[in-house]
Nanobody, 129 residues
């Protein structure tokens, strides 16, 4: 079991920045693969960025490459998502998700909602034009 609490969402203008945080606790074996997802109204939840704790590799959806950066502070058990050059289309509820190493095994699995069993409650990000 893992418990996740997100924070850091808010409202910004296009071109601005925000940093999301996800405080993680519980079974460390359930937190080898850590990810950020987002869901806009009326749309599917999509994977945005992934951090594989075994080798510290990161992965990104094409839509955020070069603008978003995922990182982790191991001492604080916290996952971050630094979001720069925000666009109105980045508006969504952002969720932190974690699971075992298998979730990061393939390029398809690591950004798939179905690969993760542990989710936070979400934090809202709104970008105005």
């Amino acid at each position: 079991q893992a418990q996740l609490v997100e924070s850091g969402g808010g409202s910004v203008q296009a071109g601005g920045s925000l940093r999301l945080s996800c405080a993680a606790s519980g079974d460390p074996y359930s937190r080898y693969c850590m990810a950020w997802f987002r869901q806009a109204p009326g749309k599917e939840r999509e994977g945005v960025a992934v951090f594989y704790t075994v080798n510290d590799r990161t992965y990104y959806a094409d839509s955020v490459k070069g603008r978003f950066a995922i990182s982790r502070d191991n001492a604080k058990n916290t996952l971050y998502l630094q979001m720069n050059s925000l666009k109105p289309e980045d508006t969504a509820m952002y969720y932190c998700a974690v699971d075992g190493a298998f979730a990061c095994a393939t390029s398809t699995w690591r950004l798939a909602r179905s690969s993760y069993n542990y989710w936070g409650q979400g934090t809202q990000v709104t970008v105005s034009s």
